[in-house]
């Protein structure tokens, strides 16, 4: 059964007790690594500039604050209390709305694993999904005292790091199993449903990403997953907020955008390795998707920075 969404009462004595260990951690703005590989903390002390970037899959979890995520053209407000689960590789734009020094925006993000997922599923006797049931990559929600008490207690264990190895698998486990359970276990299991369109389509973004720079066609994606182009195409959309050819260019895009902010790399040659034949319409599309051409936008970003 589901977990009731949270009261006031219960929701404020968890979150109080999340934003303490948060807060514990991440004591200066910016994001912090933890000794927990899938586990990351954030603290910002005012409202920040949209960042185009790519979720992985995993849940992130507002503590104090607000946030805002746009998937294509959709967009996802969350706050206090509130998670957003990314079931596959998704570019999104995303930015603090509501942060001070006094209350600084605290939230955190852990990576799941999808065969930690199956295997709960499988365990827990679930119901399979219909094949036609369709499913979005990114679903907002909240979430139980439950579940945050456990992650709170995830947080918490960072203090004890000799016991982190053997305690945080267990409470990691907990979450998966608690997520199943909860409000967003329909988008789990749709996930993981074998044979579903839904997880076909979730095959060829995950081919998608690491062949980017490889010369695609939408026709040949859905022929490889035995779908008309048509359907295949409304399928992905369903669930990744864009069309196949718009998930394409913003992987390669970002992609070039990291290579000449980290590498030095040249608009020209960054084009090239991420799989543009033409130097204006990569300059194009990027100014399109990040407002300004790549040598005006890199500058920015290092002045920024």
Request: proline share 6%.
């Amino acid at each position: 059964m589901e977990a009731p969404p949270l009261t006031q009462q219960d929701g404020s004595a968890v979150l109080s007790d999340l934003a303490k260990a948060v807060g514990r951690f991440a004591e200066n703005d910016g994001d912090c690594i933890t000794a927990i590989p899938e586990l990351t903390l954030h603290r910002r002390s005012a409202a920040t500039e949209p960042v185009h970037c790519i979720y992985g899959f995993g849940v992130g979890i507002t503590v104090s604050g607000k946030k805002r995520v746009a998937l294509g053209e959709e967009v996802f407000d969350y706050c206090a209390g509130q998670s957003l689960l990314t079931t596959l590789d998704l570019p999104v734009v995303t930015h603090v709305t509501q942060a001070s020094s006094a209350k600084p925006f605290l939230g955190l993000m852990l990576r799941l694993d999808s065969r930690a997922i199956v295997q709960a599923a499988a365990e827990m006797a679930l119901p399979q999904p219909s094949r036609d049931c369709s499913y979005r990559a990114m679903s907002l929600g909240d979430l139980d005292p439950t579940l945050l008490g456990t992650v709170t207690r995830l947080v918490e264990l960072l203090a004890e790091p000799r016991l982190i190895p053997q305690i945080a698998p267990l409470l990691q486990q907990e979450i998966v199993v608690r997520l199943l359970a909860g409000r967003h276990g329909p988008q789990l299991q749709r996930l993981v449903a074998v044979g579903t369109p839904s997880q076909q389509v979730a095959q060829s973004m995950a081919w998608l990403k690491m062949n980017f720079t490889r010369p695609v066609l939408a026709d040949d994606l859905a022929a490889s997953v035995h779908m008309s182009p048509s359907t295949f195409r409304q399928h992905f959309r369903a669930v990744a907020g864009m069309s196949p050819m718009q998930y394409l260019k913003q992987l390669r895009l970002q992609e070039a955008r990291q290579l000449m902010l980290n590498q030095g790399i040249d608009a020209g040659t960054a084009g090239i390795r991420v799989g543009y034949e033409s130097a204006s319409q990569f300059s194009r599309e990027y100014a399109r998707l990040f407002g300004a051409p790549p040598l005006r936008d890199i500058k920015r970003m290092r002045e920024a920075a």
